[in-house]
């Protein structure tokens, strides 16, 4: 065995010792003298972790492979105290702290001292016993030094092997009753560390006798570190042991002291798991008849008869149940402090949950209070009604008004607040069916309270008779985007609700009330609208500017008093779908009209157009437009030629001055569904290729000037409904069904 000098040069000082320790130490082919850089950071004595001070991380060339930060030891610990409770299993916390062990004791060893209380139980026992039952599992890197049964007579050469130069404890098990859990073998290793680390926080490796094991059955498997064999009662641990150990046999057969001299090696032995075993287990085992090993010997007591107890040596008998009695008392106290750690976690969790516990608390107190507060909305209004032929509120009797029971009431299953009330649905409101209401003033016609529904995002009311006025609270509704009691009773004024009331609001309809606004007010063209619908609101003057109108898809100004702007209106309007202006007072030539390109349906009926359509109808026939009424005007020329792409469906041409015969190009139109040239001054024919639109259900071409015969390809339009030749000239057959 050689001897080499191990002090490290490179012209620093020695500032913390790890140079000195490494003077004239004994090299083995597993150590290395710790200097400087990543050796020094990866050797758990002299490794400080980001305690290191800068002046520290450039005398000993770890400048940059650390992270800049500089941690005090006292803010690394309470940073790992933070980390180790975020565990909930009491047996990840034993790994985190074998883990910085191994990695920084200097760091391990402040944090047990300070911690000993709360961090004892994972060290040692109770968690101890199962880290050791689990040691092949959660194995790392070697701790302490295993002696097996393959070393027996080179003991000496094993010991050597050990890096370290001056030994002060070692502390030695055989694995073989590891706190009551049976013969773990060389997974007892767990003890001796554990062991250890105590002595040394409150000298210093550990050293397993590594026999044969009489493994209990939760440490048998590949997953265990030991031998696999069973042993006899006569294989005991002495047989490993030099010849110049002594016995205390005054001491029931413990192994005292056990000294090696050598140039190498001074080492001082305390055992401290055999205990009295040796002599002990001995003396008891060879008076009981069919027991041959340790394993045996618990189900072998179970299983005797008294006769044989009792032909049992007295001193064979009492060592017996003086070891069960051991073994329950090493059992219960286990017990008794996993429950105690049990405890002090639930604890801990318990404590760290109550914050949260108690916003769920106040959450749920909160929405039951708001639930509470829409169902007492919802009840004025119901309160209000005084004829209900829709026999809609009846239903609302129950206390929850969310729970389904209530027609017309929907809400957010997230929040359990009321997000839509839909009284009325549109395809009913010709039927009869209707709720009427005349509120006194201090309620107002749709209740003030209808502001109290926090959460509602649609509020349909349509197709009723709802009298008097419309509530301001209406502009509370932060959430509310589509609103629409068109078709009631409800008349002047219309609140003057702020420009910045109704944030949300994507959708409105006041049509067909008793409303008389006389321009479109303020805060419904300053908002991103996509649909607007005023019909019958006595609007006057010029067509409304909206601030936002890229945003409008769908406009309804239809049955007002509108007369001029229509140059301009449809400027910038790059959403829009469907206009109706009908039933207005606009003039204009129709011929100079510009729609936006997507434009699906127009309705301009009833107005003062001029002008001649042959020019314009193809920039109006685009691929997506649908729907074309210019009925009821002055327009006037011929009915133009149709290009091939055409998606309309309906062309209502009628009460017009137009004139000329029908085009054969009409033929083109193969989605048309509708068509009425009725009460112009159409002469000619009606051309054979009509009889081609196969989609056709609406024909009209009566009080024209109409000559001849009827196509009888008529006959082939399977879906013709309905045809009008009346006040023509026509001969032939009428197609029917």
């Known amino acids: 065995m050689a001897y080499v000098n191990g ?32 050796t020094l950071l990866r050797d758990p004595r002299y490794n400080k972790g980001l305690a ?3 002046k520290e991380r450039d005398a000993h060339y770890v400048r940059g492979l650390l992270p800049p930060a500089v941690y005090t030891q006292d803010l690394q610990e309470k940073r790992l105290m933070h980390n180790l409770h975020q565990y909930d299993v009491p047996l990840h916390r034993y790994i985190a702290l074998m883990d910085l062990q191994e990695r920084n004791e200097r760091l391990f060893y402040k944090l047990l001292i300070d911690n000993v209380e709360e961090l004892l139980p994972f060290v040692y026992t109770p968690i101890v016993g199962e880290a050791c039952q689990k040691y092949g599992s959660i194995y790392r890197r070697p701790q302490g030094l295993y002696i097996s049964l393959k070393e027996k007579g080179k003991i000496l050469e094993v010991l050597k092997n050990w890096p370290e130069k001056t030994i002060q404890v070692i502390v030695v098990t055989d694995g073989e009753r590891i706190l009551g859990l049976g013969d773990l073998g060389a997974q007892g290793m767990g003890i001796p560390v554990g062991k250890l680390s105590l002595y040394t926080a409150l000298g210093d490796r550990t050293i397993t006798l590594g026999k044969a094991t009489n493994p209990p059955r939760q440490c048998r498997g590949q997953m265990v570190i030991h031998i696999h064999c069973k042993m006899a009662a006569t294989d005991i641990v002495p047989d490993l042991l030099p010849d110049s150990c002594t016995y205390d046999v005054a001491a029931g057969g413990q192994l005292h002291s056990c000294r090696y001299a050598s140039r190498e090696f001074l080492v001082s032995i305390v055992l401290s798991e055999r205990e009295d075993q040796i002599s ?5 085992i060879k008076d009981i008849p069919g027991i041959s090993c340790f394993e045996d010997m618990p189900a072998k007591f179970a299983a005797l008869p008294k006769e044989a107890l009792y032909s049992t040596q007295k001193e064979g008998e009492g060592t017996s149940r003086l070891k069960q009695l051991e073994v329950a008392l090493d059992a219960a106290e286990i017990g008794k402090q996993n429950a105690e750690t049990e405890a002090v976690l639930a604890k801990e969790k318990a404590e760290v949950l109550k914050p949260e516990i108690k916003q769920i608390e106040l959450t749920l107190a909160v929405v039951t209070e708001e639930r509470n507060q829409d169902r007492a909305s919802l009840l004025t ?14 239903s609302w009797i129950s206390r929850d008004c969310c729970d389904g029971g209530w027609e017309g009431v929907q809400c ?18 010709d039927s009869g069916s209707f709720m009427k209401s005349t509120l006194s003033p201090a309620l107002g016609n749709i209740p003030d309270q ?13 197709g009723n008779q709802l009298t008097r006025h419309f509530p301001l609270s209406i502009s509370k509704l932060q959430k509310l985007w589509y609103l629409n009691v068109s078709r009631n009773g409800l008349s002047d004024p219309l609140p003057a609700i702020p420009v910045k009331g109704i944030p949300s609001l994507l959708s409105i309809d006041l049509s067909y009330n008793i409303l008389s606004l006389g321009s479109v007010p303020d805060w419904i063209r300053s908002k991103e609208l996509r649909d607007v619908h005023l019909a019958r609101c006595k609007l006057k003057g010029d067509l409304p500017h909206f601030v936002r109108p890229d945003t409008l898809s769908s406009i309804d100004l239809s049955d007002n008093f509108l007369v001029d702007g229509i140059s301009n209106f449809f400027t910038n309007m790059s959403s829009l779908q469907d206009v109706k202006l009908s039933n207005n007072q606009l003039r204009f030539d129709i011929s100079k009209i510009k729609l936006p390109f997507g434009l699906a349906s127009i309705d301009l009926h009833a107005n003062h157009l001029m002008g001649s359509l042959s020019s314009s109808i193809n920039n109006m026939t685009s691929s997506s437009l649908e729907v074309i009424d210019v009925s009821n005007n002055f327009i006037s020329g011929h009915i133009p030629e149709f290009v091939e792409g055409s998606s309309l469906k309906v062309l209502n041409l009628g009460s017009n001055n137009l004139s000329g015969s029908i085009p054969v190009s009409i033929s083109n139109l193969v989605e048309l569904e509708r068509l009425d040239i009725s009460r112009n001054n159409i002469l000619g024919n009606i051309p054979s290729s009509l009889g081609q639109l196969q989609n056709l259900q609406w024909l009209d071409v009566s009080i024209n000037g109409i000559t001849g015969q009827i196509p009888g390809s008529f006959s082939q339009i399977t879906s013709l409904k309905h045809a009008n030749f009346r006040t023509n000239r026509l001969c032939g057959e009428i197609p029917t069904e």
Do not use: H
Not at 7 to 24: H, I, N, R
Not at 414 to 426: A, D, K, W
């Open 280 to 284: 002990s287990w001995r003396s008891m």
């Open 450 to 462: 209808i502001g109290n529904l926090k959460s509602l995002t649609s509020l349909q009311l349509s």
């Open 381 to 394: 209004f119901k309160a209000s009604i005084f004829k209900d032929t829709t026999d809609t509120l009846s």
């Open 7 to 38: 002090s490290v040069g490179g012209g620093v000082k020695d500032l913390y010792g790890e140079d000195s320790a490494t003077e004239d130490k004994l090299i083995t082919p597993w150590s290395f003298s710790v200097a400087s850089g990543c």
């Open 412 to 429: 957010d299953a997230s929040t359990g607040r009321v997000n839509m009330l839909q009284i009325q649905s549109p395809d009913v409101k």
């Open 52 to 54: 290191f001070t800068e």
